[in-house]
Each structure stands twice: as C-alpha cells, then as structure tokens.
C-alpha cells in the first residue's frame, strides 16, 4: 500500500462545477504539498499546508491532521484547470524526503 | 533568467553510456531537489540540496546515479552506465531554502531521458 494515496485517480468535470480531490496518507506528516502538472509537462506549487484552509483565487486546500487526510477542491471549475494535480507530503521523521501521490488526473469540459 | 532551467531538454543516449543533466536554479534559491518522473509514474524524490550539501542520498536509485552541486548554484545529476530503466523525466527545483522541504518549491521544464 502506498503511503500516500489520491482519488479518484481520474476525474472529468463540466465547466463550472465544484471539484473535489483527496489525498490520505499513513505517515505522521509536517507538511503536505499540493501540486498541478500541466498536460505540457510543467509542475506549479499549488499549496503548502500544514494545519487548517488555504485559499489561493478558486482553488481551496484543506487539512484535517487526526484524520490523515487532505483535499483540494476548485470551485467554478474551467478547462484550463485540466492538468495532474499531486499531493506529496512531508515525513515528520524523514525531513529531507518528499513521499508523492500518483496524481489525479483532471478533465473539465467547457 | 526568471524561473528554473534545465539542460538539455532531451537526451538520447545509449544503454552502457554516462549522462549528466544540469539544474540552474531561481538565483539566490539555496535549496535545490532533482525528481524523476518515469512514464505513466508518479514523481519519485531523488535528492535535496542545501547550500552545496545533500543530507540525504537515499532517494538516489542506485549507486550508478550521484548528484552534486557547487557554489551554491548550478547541481549536475549524473547517471553512470545507463541503463533502459533509467529513462524517465528527471525534474529539478528550486526553492528559497528558508524553511527546507515546506518552502514553495519552483519547478525547471525537466529533462527526457531516453536510454535505447
């Protein structure tokens, strides 16, 4: 079993709908990232969370610590928002090594 | 230049033979880490660098692959004797290095590696 885990691991959307991905891990954590691969191949650093929301224009991550559990949602959904989106977290004992996710891979339709 | 880059793009090369992949960083970043992204795979930690100085070389694959840095710039990423597996995307990143693995991480375009 993999120490992080994402779902769905595809996903398709019409435009404008609220998108929701999930990201569970079973490591004690400091940090988790969220991450965004473009279909050209380009990675951009969505989050980093630690504790608690963030909220960065549509997008929303969240982080429930006792749970484990992580996720992403993008509200408004639009094609452009298609891409991988990865989570990798941080061990709280290992903190020299990032553990990813295999990605989610986002379709919206206009 | 403004963002991470990385040289070259692509490579193609023979099984048996050595490879080096460069990784300029954001300047003034200390914090640099090298990925590799295999076909169909998720992204797999290679390396982290701070300053010029690796903690951690677990993440290397094997002992054919090292990782060095100098002047607290420029990283190489060498593959000895390449192999088939080997092929993959390798990505490197940057980051301000002022709070290790939980700063916002700057990704370069990456590196295709094709190992015939």
């Known amino acids: 079993k993999n120490e992080v885990e994402q779902s769905p691991q595809n996903l398709t959307a019409q435009e404008g709908e609220f998108i929701t991905i999930n990201c569970s891990y079973s490591?004690?954590?400091?940090?988790l990232h969220w991450l965004q691969q473009h279909p050209g191949g380009g990675i951009v650093s969505l989050f980093m969370?630690?504790?608690g929301k963030k909220k960065h224009g549509r997008l929303i991550a969240t982080i429930n610590i006792q749970e484990k559990h992580s996720s992403l949602h993008i509200t408004a959904s639009h094609p452009r928002d298609s891409a991988v989106y990865i989570c990798?977290?941080?061990?709280?004992?290992?903190?020299?090594?990032?553990?990813f996710g295999t990605g989610t891979r986002l379709q919206v339709f206009p | 230049g403004a963002g991470v880059s990385q040289s070259p793009s692509n490579k193609v090369t023979e099984k048996g033979k050595d490879v080096e992949l460069r990784c300029d960083p954001i300047?003034?970043?200390?914090?640099l880490y090298w990925y590799r992204q295999s076909l169909g795979q998720g992204l797999e930690f290679l390396i982290y660098?701070?300053?010029?100085?690796?903690?951690?070389k677990s993440g290397l694959p094997s002992d054919r692959f090292s990782a060095e840095r100098t002047g607290g710039s420029v990283s190489t990423l060498t593959i000895q004797r390449t192999q088939q597996e080997d092929s993959a995307v390798y990505l490197c990143?940057?980051?301000?290095?002022?709070?290790?693995?939980?700063?916002?991480?700057?990704f370069g375009p990456g590196t295709r590696l094709t190992v015939l």
């Open positions: 990143a940057s980051s301000s290095g002022l709070a290790g693995l939980t700063d916002t991480q700057y």
């Open positions: 490591v004690g954590i400091s940090a």
């Open positions: 969370l630690s504790s």
């Open positions: 990798a977290v941080l061990q709280i004992y290992n903190t020299d090594k990032l553990i």
């Open positions: 300047s003034g970043h200390t914090a």
């Open positions: 660098f701070q300053g010029n100085s690796a903690p951690d």
